[in-house]
């Protein structure tokens, strides 16, 4: 991973909207007084949620402002944790997880389907403009490997025809179903579960 | 306090409570290798360089962050520790550049001089080095962002420090990068301490650039004269070049900061220099020698009535210099008319309290109050002001402010800006002298701006005699300061340069009422030259020397032993780095050889008498009686206006530096679109 590009086309403006104001205002009453600088990452991600999927520098400054902190605070914040994302993502946003156990599964085909179908460059807007892709890192489903994510959802068991499908589907406008595309509930095993039978709820 | 018992190598020691082990090793006489530890700064514990070994630990421990504990037993001479570092210093080096010979820091270099000690000399690092990009941090910081090994002192001393949270580090681990918000140039002044604390030549002066190396430089350790707080400083030179100004550590004065405007106005000693005595012939100057200079002017003496003899003493005089032109006015040519301000300023000369900084600079940390009375310290005296900001941040002191002056780098509450606020203050209605009375160590800064208005004599003598009828200044405390803004200002007012309250000798100036007047490196008077014989003496072709009818060159305060007092009243002695241009005199000696002209004798027969007279002088001068008695003053209802300041203009040297002059047009162009908010 390499330090996190800042879109060149920046909003001149940004505000949250009501409801996010709503909601800053109660993640900021969550800490003490005179630590509102805390919600800083809540404040961050609800920008992200509102200004589609992605950070421009008038939100990081906005917030910065919101919570009377220097603006250079807020831009590490933003450039450090990965999942912020810094300039503009498809709508479907699609996340590859390359870590040990998936790339043991194919990850990389993968990648290689994504670069394909969607664009050549990771980070890239595909050329209807709809998607984009990007690797990252370990997003804990190592049992359901590989998998990827679309925006809030997990895609599990996954392999080059069945994400060609799924991607197929998004170009089209659809939300793919999420969770396992080998049948799989959650995470158990193929053919119903072999312990714990007993427990309802295990 | 309690002392705590521990072991260093073997040694017994005994330390305060509260000490982390590095400080205790120090104590024991080891020296442990760091980068990111600066006893000045909040400690980071990042760079792991400092690794020492504790008995009962099984890993080695960061000392710098580890508080040290009774019975602690430390070693920092086994195999264990030389190890680690070893591996520390590996790993700091597998991606920092090998361009020592092309980098600044080279000989002055923390990593390369821990390297001879701890690295080794083959990389077993094959792949590729990290190479960041340059940042853009302003005129006065180089960057080379690859060298940067994230010590993130940079970063700490703009956030606690200087007060200019601009500097940060964005993204993270081996993509970490030191850089301002956006690039910005950093908007403290400051700022050029980042290269000093700099371990490594991330960060390098901008001016200086491939200019010298710092074995080359002859070194000099000197005062500064850019402001009235005299911080210590070391000139390095190369020839007569002056390179570069670093600060001196005096932890009474500028700890071991200085300012932006006292590190690079350095350049100005080289440019605009007058270095001939030069004569006005049908507007034009034209190149004279010595002699014809003195005889020029010692005619027009001899043909003029002595009272129409005026002379102007400028902000960067030495006292000796003053010493002398006081005896040449008094003695030689017997006028009255000698006046050491360029403005209104209200000054009690009476008693030495009367203008100094009686809390001390050190004082201002314990001050438990703090009220600004027209002055913006941040820009007449920044190294004082960093000391209120350090109180602030430990203390979070309440301070108050007469008048908005802007961004201190901490916040104050601002009263508004009449002279009511005095009265109501001095009749006790007010809650502000409520609060001085409740605190123990109140501090009240009186600025030129204040002291400057028609009020100034009534908003000095109310003040003080509010801190007196309440036995508010005790022997052991003095809330009351005044904050001059030039060198030469506390060294004039204890020769007595002033002559009288109103600065009448202006006013007649003003009225063009001199035929004869002497700028002794005076620039900053403001009137419209009539038919006056003007006399220049200084350094930098300026607005002085523009309206002089006769100039005649002399030395800056790196060319010239001199005294100085600074606004505490310590005596300090600037001592010579270089030596005036052309034929430039050391100032002292001008006025002296004119006397000898005028008299047939000098003034004084060498440097020594001249040093023994003015000691003498100053030492009479220092026991006058403290007079009771307080003139009351009538009230005028008037605004208290802060005076602008121009910073990096505010004197002749700064005005000829090229590195000021970028700094003054980035400073404005950032208020003009506004990009600063």
Not at chain 2, 432 to 449: C, E, Q, R, T, Y
Request: with cysteine; proline share 4%; aromatic share 8%.
């Amino acid at each position: 991973m390499s330090l996190k590009k800042i879109s060149k086309d920046q909003p001149k403006k940004f505000e949250f909207n009501e409801r996010n104001i709503e909601l800053a205002k109660k993640m900021i009453n969550n800490y003490p007084e005179g630590k509102q600088q805390s919600a800083v990452m809540s404040l961050l991600y609800l920008a992200q949620r509102q200004n589609n999927n992605w950070i421009p520098l008038a939100a990081m400054k906005y917030i910065a402002k919101f919570l009377n902190m220097p603006y250079i605070k807020v831009y590490e914040v933003a450039t450090f944790y990965s999942m912020y994302n810094l300039s503009p993502v498809g709508k479907f946003f699609y996340q590859v997880c390359t870590t040990t156990p998936c790339m043991l599964r194919g990850a990389y085909k993968l990648v290689d389907v994504c670069k394909k179908k969607i664009s050549n460059k990771e980070n890239e807007i595909s050329s209807d403009g709809n998607s984009s892709w990007m690797e990252v890192e370990c997003l804990g489903a190592c049992i359901n490997a590989p998998m990827i994510q679309i925006n809030d959802e997990y895609y599990e068991d996954l392999d080059e025809k069945k994400l060609e499908n799924i991607i197929e589907q998004t170009m089209k406008g659809k939300k793919p179903k999420p969770g396992s595309y080998r049948g799989r509930v959650n995470s158990e095993p193929e053919n119903n579960r072999t312990t714990l039978v007993g427990i309802k709820n295990a | 306090m309690t002392m705590l018992k521990l072991k260093v190598n073997d040694k017994d020691i005994e330390i305060e409570e509260g000490l982390t082990v590095l400080q205790a090793c120090e104590q024991a006489g080891v020296e442990i290798p760091r980068f990111c530890y600066h006893e000045k700064l909040s400690i980071a514990g990042n760079c792991r360089m400092c690794l020492v070994e504790m008995e009962k630990s099984p890993k080695p421990i960061a000392s710098c962050a580890m508080p040290a504990a009774e019975g602690m037993n430390i070693k920092t001479n086994t195999p264990l520790v030389e190890k680690a570092r070893k591996g520390v210093m590996e790993f700091l080096l597998a991606n920092h550049p090998l361009d020592c010979p092309v980098c600044d820091q080279g000989g002055e270099c923390d990593l390369q001089d821990q390297s001879m000690y701890y690295g080794i000399d083959k990389s077993r690092f094959k792949e590729n080095k990290r190479f960041v990009p340059e940042k853009y941090m302003g005129p006065l910081i180089k960057t080379q962002m690859t060298r940067c090994i994230h010590c993130t002192r940079c970063v700490r001393f703009a956030t606690e420090v200087a007060g200019i949270p601009e500097l940060g580090a964005i993204g993270r681990g081996e993509d970490m990068q030191i850089t301002t918000y956006l690039e910005k140039a950093m908007e403290s002044e400051l700022s050029g301490n980042v290269i000093d604390l700099c371990p490594v030549g991330a960060l390098t002066s901008k001016p200086y650039v491939f200019e010298a190396r710092p074995w080359e430089l002859k070194k000099t350790e000197t005062i500064d004269v850019m402001d009235a707080v005299g911080s210590n400083i070391r000139v390095d030179t190369y020839g007569w070049e002056v390179k570069r100004v670093l600060p001196r550590i005096n932890e009474e004065i500028n700890e071991e900061w200085i300012s932006d405007k006292t590190r690079y106005a350095c350049d100005g000693l080289k440019s605009q220099r007058l270095d001939h005595p030069l004569k006005k012939i049908n507007n034009e100057f034209k190149k004279i020698s010595w002699k014809e200079a003195y005889e020029t002017i010692a005619e027009q003496i001899k043909i003029t009535s002595s009272d129409k003899i005026a002379g102007f003493i400028g902000d960067l005089t030495n006292m000796e210099t003053m010493f002398v032109t006081k005896e040449f006015f008094e003695k030689t040519i017997k006028s009255k008319n000698l006046e050491a301000r360029d403005d209104n300023t209200y000054i009690n000369t009476e008693e030495r309290t009367n203008y100094l900084f009686n809390s001390q600079i050190n004082g201002i940390e314990e001050a438990d109050f703090i009220l600004l009375i027209g002055v913006n310290p941040r820009l007449e005296a920044t190294m004082l002001n960093a000391r209120i900001r350090k109180n602030y941040v430990v203390n979070k002191t309440e301070i108050y402010s007469i008048g908005d002056v802007g961004d201190q780098t901490y916040p104050y509450k601002k009263l508004s800006a009449e002279t009511k606020i005095i009265k109501e203050i001095y009749e006790n209605k007010s809650e502000i002298s409520k609060k001085i009375l409740d605190s123990k160590k109140p501090l009240v800064i009186i600025g030129n701006s204040a002291l400057n208005l028609k009020s100034g004599k009534f908003i000095f003598e109310n003040i003080k005699k509010f801190l007196v009828d309440n036995k508010k200044i005790t022997d052991e405390w003095n809330p009351l300061n005044i904050l001059p803004v030039n060198a030469s200002s506390v060294g004039s007012y204890d020769l007595n340069l002033v002559n009288n309250e109103e600065n009448l000798t202006l006013k007649k100036l003003k009225e063009n009422d001199f035929e004869i007047v002497f700028l002794i490196g005076q620039d900053n008077l403001k009137f419209k030259k009539k038919a006056e014989f003007i006399v220049y003496i200084g350094s930098h072709g300026d607005n002085g020397a523009e309206i002089a009818d006769v100039i005649l060159p002399g030395a800056t305060y790196t060319e010239q032993d001199g005294f100085f007092t600074n606004l505490e009243g310590k005596l300090q002695k600037a001592y010579r780095a270089s030596f005036p241009p052309g034929e430039a005199k050391e100032d002292y000696k001008i006025l002296n050889e004119l006397s000898e002209l005028l008299k047939r004798k000098k003034l004084f027969q060498n440097k020594d008498e001249l040093i023994d007279n003015l000691l003498n002088y100053l030492d009479l001068n220092q026991k006058k009686i403290q007079s009771k008695n307080f003139s009351s003053v009538d009230y005028i209802d008037e605004k208290i206006i802060i005076n602008p300041i121009d910073y990096y203009y505010s004197n002749v040297i700064a005005r000829a530096s090229k590195t000021m002059s970028e700094c003054r047009s980035i400073k404005t162009d950032l208020k003009k679109t506004g990009t600063e908010g």
